[in-house]
């Protein structure tokens, strides 16, 4: 059974860091894209950063860019998402997801955790 | 980046009527469009990728149509347990982007 479990999450002052984890099981974890989403209380889903199966490609949103790293270790089946100069609007459940790639190269993320709560605020 | 916008942002409906949810992106996408299910404090479900195909274990009420610009997600009989938030997403771009959500209620 896939599985992802985040963790890391909490309350942090702003212009605090923070370094979220998540670990995956139940399937071959390094053969699978992942992307960190965003759900901001009461509001829609934001997507915040991918990074490739190897890790040799990543790409972030505007918004997180220049404060925000992700990052895996395929040795440990985790995925990282560093983030620093916490802002107020960066408060949000940080959900991990896996990319699903489909016979025509259509990703879509098929598997979710339960995400973690971050909270920006003084 | 690609502005994702669903029609509309709520909706009454009752147990086994047929509904449709419609999105609209920006630009072409092609078919490069996905819809998810969330329920209130929990992750989102992949329900349908590349605009019609059914993801694995979704039942067969749920439809999805459209290329390009347009697309739609039909619910063909609403069961009680579909009343939730349903959001389209874009994989065109390498900036994901979802539309904002169109929340589904009982009336």
């Known amino acids: 059974e896939v599985q992802l479990v985040e963790s890391g999450g909490g309350l942090v002052q702003p212009g605090g860091s923070l370094r979220l984890s998540c670990a995956a099981s139940?399937?071959?974890?390094?053969?699978?894209?992942m992307n960190w989403v965003r759900q901001a209380p009461g509001k829609g889903l934001e997507w915040v950063s991918y990074?490739?199966?190897?890790?040799?490609?990543?790409y972030y949103a505007d918004s997180v860019k220049g404060r925000f790293t992700i990052s895996r270790d395929n040795a440990k089946n985790s995925l990282y998402l560093q983030m620093n100069s916490l802002r107020a609007e960066d408060t949000a459940v940080y959900y991990c997801?896996?990319?699903?790639?489909?016979?025509?190269?259509?990703?879509?993320?098929?598997?979710w955790g339960q995400g973690t709560l971050v909270t920006v605020s003084s | 980046d690609i502005q994702m916008t669903q029609s509309p942002s709520s909706l009454s409906a009752s147990v086994g009527d047929r509904v449709t949810i419609t999105c609209r992106a920006s630009?072409?996408?092609?078919?490069?469009l996905n819809w998810y299910q969330q329920k209130p404090g929990k992750a989102p479900k992949l329900l349908i990728y590349?605009?019609?195909s059914l993801q694995s274990g979704v039942p067969s009420r749920f439809s999805g149509s459209g290329s390009g610009t347009d697309f739609t997600l039909t619910i063909s009989s609403l069961q009680p347990e579909d009343f939730a938030t349903y959001y389209c997403?874009?994989?065109?771009?390498?900036?994901?982007?979802f539309g904002q959500g169109t929340r589904l209620e009982i009336k």
């Open positions: 990074i490739s199966s190897s890790g040799s490609t990543i």
């Open positions: 997403q874009q994989s065109y771009s390498t900036s994901i982007t």
């Open positions: 590349a605009a019609s």
């Open positions: 997801a896996r990319a699903f790639l489909d016979t025509a190269m259509v990703r879509s993320l098929d598997y």
């Open positions: 630009q072409s996408i092609s078919s490069y």
């Open positions: 139940g399937f071959t974890f390094s053969s699978y894209e």
